[in-house]
């Protein structure tokens, strides 16, 4: 649920168990390694991760073939993305995961997909048409729009008198980017009035919404660096539509700004139809458009994303959702670390007072270090029963339960798990991205883990033009397409092969080799990471990869 305000990150006895718990990965076999194929030094130096900055991530991404923007023969969109080849499947494999994960594996989650058009009096109902906005600010000068919570500003005090000179400001970013931008405008500030050299107090940043008017008249805007900003105001992230051919404002409908009210107002539908009691949970992956005001960081803030949201309806009672909350959070943590996230760069984000929606028990933050700042990964709600409550009063009908047990008849309260699947492909994407040396060369290489790999295995034939390596190879390929996404690569030295593969982060290469055809030998396997390489008999490289890949 929609939160503007800035929070704190509270690092509490959730962040300790994060760094303390070793990350799980899928179950990779490890067995000894055997003859191996010619053309790949053996001496391997453990991979680090490094933290990529934006730059590397999102020229990676289009050179790979994972994330373009949007429109780009056009100039491009701000806020869309187009996935491509590699990036489909990565995006399918994460939704797959998910629901798997959520829904197939449970027995009391069941699945929706509603339409993303809703009637409009939904969005009433929800309290998104009165209150879904953000506060913004415009720069009359460069007619540029910011968030006025994403952007802040700092007093310039002389540290000798406590005299201030004037302000900074400067748009959100890691702590290191923002000081140093601020320092920046400092230092010009201090020449223009003629104070060159001078020492100035530690910034202390606040957000622009919080500004008076007396000091909006002297904050600079981020883009012209004079005071042309305008006073906050709110502005509705709704994108309108128009449904029907007639042009009047009865017609306007709005593109879902979330999944989760396509839930709710099918509360009375799933319980009549499927034999679920309390507690149980109605998920639903699927687009979600907001009109940003200001689209940043590539993919972690779009226009139109997707949510993979549940909502895990509880009975009510003070007592009763801060189990159901926690187990959220345990499980929501647990399936992040199962698709090869780093736990070191994932925290806790509590928040509290302000922070927390009016009708809200609790909500909790999984975040991420991402290369621009520690930012949310996805939010674990106790929503109380306001929606199915606001939806009884909107639509007349009564959207409640009645517990054959107790005999008791009360608008169930939920907890909320909401993910975005573009912020968690980013998330992904960074923590694969790693580097090592394999016989003093350096190679940059993908980290996927195997469950949402997007290429699962390349087959290489070790030779090209022998006709009984193709044909066997091609056959072990064929195969495998019936299962998995997989490539086909039978150019080159088979080392440049292995870094082909490499940089897209396919975890297994299958080569075939002389001792496969002419001693019945099976194949070799090829692990990305320690690039240990195995003999594997043929009937066995489908067992092999399905335990790897998919755990059994
Ligand atoms: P933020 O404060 O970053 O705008 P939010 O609190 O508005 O996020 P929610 O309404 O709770 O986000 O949405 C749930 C999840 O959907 C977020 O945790 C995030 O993963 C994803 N999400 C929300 N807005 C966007 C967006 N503009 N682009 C990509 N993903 C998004």
């Not at 128009?242 to 593109?255: E, F, H, K, T």
């Not at 930012?375 to 959207?399: F, P, V």
């Amino acid at each position: 649920m929609k939160i503007t305000t800035m929070l704190f990150v509270l690092y509490g006895r959730q962040a300790a168990a994060f760094s303390t718990r070793m990350a799980r990965t899928a179950g990779v076999v490890s067995r000894p390694m055997a003859t191996a194929v010619d053309g790949e030094a053996t001496q391997h130096e453990e991979s680090i991760t490094k933290m990529p900055d934006m730059e590397d991530i999102v020229s990676l991404c289009k050179r790979r073939g994972i994330i373009f923007p949007s429109s780009e023969i056009y100039n491009g969109f701000a806020g869309f993305y187009d996935y491509g080849p590699l990036g489909a499947e990565l995006k399918k494999n994460i939704k797959e995961a998910w629901w798997k994960n959520f829904v197939t594996q449970r027995e009391d989650v069941v699945g929706v997909d509603s339409s993303i058009i809703h009637n409009p009096t939904t969005w009433k109902s929800s309290g998104h048409l009165d209150g879904f906005s953000d506060p913004m600010v415009d720069c009359k000068e460069t007619k540029l729009r910011f968030r006025a919570d994403q952007i802040f500003y700092a007093p310039v005090i002389l540290e000798e008198n406590g005299e201030r000179v004037g302000y900074v400001c400067v748009q959100e970013g890691n702590d290191e980017t923002m000081v140093k931008d601020a320092k920046k405008q400092a230092k010009a500030l201090l020449k223009e009035k003629d104070m060159k050299g001078s020492k100035i107090e530690a910034f202390a940043f606040k957000e622009v919404v919080e500004a008076t008017e007396e000091e909006m008249a002297e904050i600079p805007s981020p883009a012209s660096g004079k005071p042309t900003l305008t006073m906050p105001r709110d502005f509705n992230l709704m994108f309108e539509t128009r449904v029907g051919a007639a042009v009047d404002s009865d017609n306007i409908a709005y593109l879902r700004p979330e999944t989760a009210q396509g839930i709710f107002i099918n509360f009375k539908n799933v319980l009549g139809s499927s034999r679920q009691k309390i507690p149980f949970g109605i998920a639903q992956i699927g687009k979600a458009f907001r009109n940003e005001i200001t689209p940043r960081n590539f993919i972690f803030r779009s226009r139109e994303f997707e949510q993979m949201e549940v909502e895990y309806f509880i009975p009510p009672g003070d007592d009763v959702w801060p189990e159901f909350h926690q187990k959220w959070m345990d499980d929501s943590k647990d399936f992040l670390l199962s698709l090869g996230l780093r736990e070191d760069l994932m925290g806790w984000d509590v928040h509290e007072g302000d922070g927390l929606a009016h009708y809200a028990r609790a909500c909790t933050d999984i975040t991420f270090k991402f290369p621009f700042g520690e930012q949310e990964l996805m939010g674990i709600a106790a929503r109380g029963n306001y929606d199915l409550t606001q939806h009884t009063e909107g639509s007349g009908k009564t959207l409640d339960y009645f517990d054959d047990q107790t005999k008791e008849k009360y608008i169930p309260h939920c907890i909320e798990p909401s993910l975005g699947v573009d912020r968690l492909a980013l998330a992904i994407i960074c923590s694969a991205y790693a580097e090592d040396e394999i016989g003093g060369e350096k190679r940059n290489f993908l980290k996927f883990s195997p469950k949402i790999a997007p290429i699962k295995a390349v087959v290489l034939p070790l030779l090209k033009n022998k006709e009984a390596l193709v044909s066997t190879a091609r056959d072990i390929f064929e195969k495998l397409q019936q299962r998995y996404n997989v490539a086909w690569d039978a150019t080159g030295a088979i080392g440049r092969r292995y870094r082909r593969a490499d940089e897209v982060g396919v975890p297994f290469c299958i080569t075939v080799d002389f001792e496969t055809i002419e001693d019945d030998a099976g194949v070799t396997i090829r692990d990305r990471d320690s690039t240990e390489q195995i003999r594997v008999p043929l009937d066995e490289v489908i067992p092999y990869l399905s335990k790897a890949i998919d755990g059994y």
